[in-house]
């Protein structure tokens, strides 16, 4: 299988607290990788440092056999790896449709006209109709997303990192402040979603039932390392993880 | 409902306003004309800085440069070059193009806070240039006696010099260029930068270079403010470096926030409100700023949606929060 | 500013006059630097730029002028002038900042840049157009021999009292409680307030003090050099450079900013007078392009 992203020997450093200390990580093409840890592992650290964010200290990030480390954020993205964020990052007060538009145009370069109007860009207005379709939000489209729900501004913002077509999707804590049937509607989107276009995904969650509802692998990270990385079967089993998790049961979803 | 309602709509409101325009000196003594066109020329101006303040979410505080900037070129063009308004109006559109742009590269590379600030920054830079330079500008004096030339071929031109005149080529000319901004805000750029204005971070993780669509922004804004000053100068008569005073650059503000920033004809409507504001305060004047100042206060406090963003609030309950919530924190920097 | 030599040439050999120069820069930067100080105090911690900053630091002035004509004392003066302002600026954060706290930062800009206007007419309203001056005390006429050179006695003194405010604000800010309730609130807010920090009211403590640094800075500056109220903006923007060019957060970097612009403003006023905040905004320009968080400034502001 192709390594579509790795992660090699990664470290940041905050003063004299070390959040990332020495990651390594190979993330298989077309898989769902969950990525999971107490708070303060250096999980959203380890997504910055991916993403652009940060710059690390030591260790380099490759996109199949493109490097990313030391790119802009905005470069990563064209090589193809999109992150959501743990605090929905949407555009208000724009509607749902407008929103992912915007970010269609972007990917089809087509964000520059200063003068065409922009309702008449079919081809981009159709894609994002056709993204907003995807992830269940059709007949919210011209919604204003302030006024869409938590969760639905959620399924907005993927919809949106759909739009720039990416190989690789990060999402940090897609059900966080949701409801369990909402959190299970997103699970099994972002299976179909994933299959479908054959998009790797690394998420961050600490909602258990999702992470072994979805994930075909679970790298467990604790002070900035990795404790553990394999199936979520091995995982579960796994002694050391279960003292991080101060001896609480994986089948529990908090 | 909370779909977003527009209450102007474009075309029929440009037709409609180019109609009022028209018959306006069949109903209006010359003097309302007078005050009219300077309507349609800081309208002009004040839908530029919106472009950036409602439309980017950039606040700048010296459009004024660029606006002096053009009238000064306009000047030179008139009283030195060729008795052409176009070519003066070209001038204005271009010098305000150039400066603004180098201006831009230099104060978007950070966040909204800094742009403010440099941009208030380097307005009082030209204001200083353009006093202090007096072999090229007349220093304090400023230049005088900015003609008024014939539009057209020599005898089949028009004399601009009657106030009826300048005033209906100014309304061809403004409707023309806010023809021009409007299409330009309803366009995929206008699109992308409203996505900007609303949250900088989100874009810059989808693959859209923030800092450049800013500085695209800030370039059309500083152009057409030229084209304002353009206008602005044989209007005038007499061009000085005030043109270019901080106490100039918060004009555009104020008369946004009295239409309000969120519709495109906000601050042209902010602009008659302005003009008459001024009109009528005639020989308090000279406390102007602090009217001025007070104003903006208390508009900002109490109605920063100006009366046309309240109108659309309260006839799309659920929309209040979106116009003024601050972006995420993670939008800083 | 008064220069001991004649301006002509530019420096030539003349070691009293280029000592003098340089005292003068030094002097100059004594006053920006607590000007510069306030401002990064307050946009470091409560992330709102005060555009009314440098009004603030003028008004230290004209307060300062109306408490000598009651009081007759310049030391009260000096004291009290910024006791009143900061007063007034902790008003002002309540009453009209607080309120912004939630709005898009363009507002709390626009807001206070509308109170630039309404205080530069107040200054023209209530002292007039004219260029004010406060008489310095007496202890402090006169002059002392330092480095060769016969430097007035209240301009060493200004550099005095600027050095022991910034020691005593690091003081505060680095070996006390207070201090460290000030840095929490300014590092993370909501982190801070969790923990049960007033964060609103340390908001409002650290307003006061970065308006009582300036003010303070504006009576001492005002016995220097006069003011009238079109300063009131200017002083806002060498403020505003000084944090560019030093960096925001950073003491040290508000120290370096303030040496930089002091020696720019003193030297430029000897050769090509008029021009010389055109240079400090080249400097400033400069600076942005080649290093945009200042000299001294961290990374993530």
Known sequence: MTTMLAVRDVVKRFGNLTAVDGVDLEIAEGTITALIGPNGAGKTTLFNLITGALRADRGLVWLKDARLTGLTPERIVWAGLVRTFQITQVFPGLTALDGVTVARLARLGRGWHPFRLANREAVARRDAANLLEAVGLADLAERLVATLSHADQKLVEVAMALACDPLVLLLDEPTGGLAPEETRGVIRLLQRVALERGITVLLIEHDMEAVFAVAQRIVVLHQGKILADDTPAVVRRNPEVREVYLGRRFTDSR | MNEPRRWLPGWPTLLLGLLVGAVLPLVAPIYYLHLATE??????LATSFNLLFGGTGLLSFGQA??????????AFVLKGVAASMPLALLAGLLSGAVTSLIVGVLSVRRNEIYFAMLTLAFGQLFAVVFLQAYRITGGADGIAGVPRPRLGLAAFGINLAPTLNYYLFTLLVVAAVLWTLWRVSRSPLGLTLAAIRENPSRTAYLGIATRRYRLVAFTIAGAFSGLAGALFAPFQGTVVPDFASWVMSAEPVLMTLLGGPGSFFGPLLGAVFFVALKDTLGSWTEYWP?????IVVLLILFLPEGPLGLLDRLSTPGRCEAATRAPNAEARA | MDHAGTGGGLLGADPVLITTLVLNA???ASHMLLLALGLS????????LNMAHGALHVAGLYVGLSVVQVT????????????????IGAGLEIALIRPLRNRHPTHALILTFGLILIFQDIFKLFWGVDIKLLAEPHILSGALT???????KFYLFNIAAAMAAVTLVWLFLTRTIAGRVIRAAAQDPEVAAAVGVPVPRVYTAVFALGTFLTAFGGVLMGTIMSFTPAAALDTMLYAFAIVVIGGLGSLPGAVLGSLLVGFIDAFGLLAVPGWSIAFVFIVMAAVLVLRPHGLLGRAEA
Do not use: D, E, K, N
């Open chain 3, 41 to 48: 105090l307050i946009f470091g911690v409560l992330r709102v």
């Open chain 3, 72 to 87: 007759g004392s310049w030391w009260v003066a000096l004291f009290l002038s910024p006791l009143i302002l900061a007063a």
């Open chain 2, 39 to 44: 309507v349609l020329i800081l309208g002009l």
């Open chain 2, 65 to 74: 440069a660029f606006f002096a900037t053009g009238a000064y070129a306009a």
């Open chain 3, 26 to 28: 030094v002097t100059q």
């Open chain 3, 146 to 152: 330092v480095f060769g050179v016969a430097y007035p």
């Open chain 2, 290 to 294: 602090l009217v001025l100042g007070t």
